[in-house]
């Protein structure tokens, strides 16, 4: 059974940058895909970024371009979002997620492509505040 721990939200100042961790155990990573979302307050669930293992692909939502960036460490069984220029509006639970779904711009710009992922996080909370 895959278990997934995330670590590496706090808080920070708008400007500022954070690495999220997100650390496998029970199965390798190899032939999933791998998602971060986040849920704002009182907001659905949606896709930040994506990563495909079978070809090392990713993908961000249009908020996270430019600012975000996923990476995987296979030695180490774990995904990393490096955030950076964080903004209030970044302030969210933020979860990974895997699961048998290909990583492609759809699923980090519509709606409702959580449900599709088998396996997530606890959730780590981000909250970018002066």
């Known amino acids: 059974q895959l278990q997934l721990v995330e670590s590496g939200g706090g808080l920070v100042q708008p400007g500022g940058s954070l690495r999220l961790s997100c650390t496998a155990s029970?199965?390798?990573?190899?032939?999933?895909?791998i998602a971060w979302f986040r849920q704002a307050p009182e907001k659905a669930r949606v896709g930040v970024s994506c990563?495909?293992?079978?070809?090392?692909?990713?993908h961000y939502s249009d908020s996270a371009k430019g600012r975000f960036t996923i990476s995987r460490d296979e030695v180490k069984n774990t995904v990393y979002l490096r955030m950076d220029k964080l903004l209030p509006e970044d302030t969210a639970v933020y979860y990974c997620?895997?699961?048998?779904?290909?990583?492609?711009?759809?699923?980090?710009?519509?709606?409702?492509?959580?449900?599709?992922?088998?396996?997530w996080g606890q959730g780590t909370q981000v909250t970018v505040s002066s």
């Open positions: 029970g199965a390798s990573l190899d032939g999933y895909g």
């Open positions: 997620a895997v699961g048998a779904v290909h990583c492609s711009q759809v699923v980090v710009s519509s709606p409702g492509w959580d449900v599709r992922y088998e396996y």
């Open positions: 990563l495909a293992t079978s070809d090392g692909s990713t």
